[in-house]
């Protein structure tokens, strides 16, 4: 399995400022992923993140308002830029393990409260 | 497209009682079906997996699932519930490729009375 940390694992902030979440897994991975996780609900993938390209947005996300870097193959950043309460939520980051790279493995979760 | 549903988004059960949580899928191809664990303020942990071969699996923490393609089901069970059990339950499926098809039910919050 994939061992993944993320710093920070909360943070109250101001409206209208950005916050930068940080993502790291134990081993080389091609594609790591983030996800949104809003108060009471299920999972929504932000994005996919390679290494090496620009990450891939799903609908209704963009990048302007999530810019994500990947510089490694360990290593991902998620920025939430000009926040709103409506950003209050948990983010995940994840990143595949498993002998075929085929079980999605998820970070502790950063749990961003925007006043 | 591929979704995943859990019917019961709370379940309140006594220590030591059984358990099982429902997970109803829909996808196209061969599924890769995935149960999770959330404990309050923790990010997710996986409890079990199933690709492929016997349908009954288990996982961590004294927990099995049963896949029933005929039913489209992949519903959690565990014989005997501790306190510690309590948490929000996902069940997720996807294709296992490296491109992430992965689709999370809407989760199920797990209660246990002493």
């Known amino acids: 399995s994939a061992v993944i940390s993320q710093k920070p694992s909360r943070d109250i902030c101001q409206r209208g400022t950005s916050l930068t979440i940080q993502c790291q897994v134990d081993s080389q991975v091609t594609m790591m992923f983030w996800y949104r996780q809003q108060p009471g609900q299920s999972l929504t993938l932000i994005a996919t993140a390679n290494q090496g390209s620009e990450a891939t947005y799903e609908s209704g996300f963009v990048i302007d308002k999530f810019p994500i870097s990947r510089p490694n193959l360990t290593f991902s950043t998620l920025t939430v830029s000009n926040m709103s309460p409506e950003d209050s939520s948990i983010y995940l980051c994840?990143?595949?393990?498993?002998?075929?790279?085929?079980?999605?493995?998820f970070g502790p979760g950063t749990r961003l409260t925007v006043l | 497209a591929q979704s995943v549903t859990q019917p019961d988004i709370h379940i309140t059960v006594s220590e030591g009682a059984s358990l099982e949580l429902r997970c109803n899928y829909s996808?196209?191809?061969?599924?890769?079906l995935f149960w999770y664990v959330q404990s309050p303020g923790q990010g997710l942990q996986l409890l079990l997996k199933y690709f492929s071969g016997d349908t009954l699996v288990q996982g961590i923490k004294g927990f099995e699932a049963e896949f029933k393609r005929s039913q489209s089901s992949f519903n959690l069970r565990k014989p005997s519930v501790h306190w510690s059990d309590a948490a929000e339950y996902f069940c997720a499926v996807g294709s296992g490729s490296l491109n992430n098809d992965m689709r999370f039910g809407a989760g199920t919050r797990l209660t246990v009375k002493p």
């Open positions: 994840s990143a595949p393990g498993g002998p075929r790279a085929d079980t999605q493995y």
């Open positions: 996808y196209g191809a061969t599924p890769y």
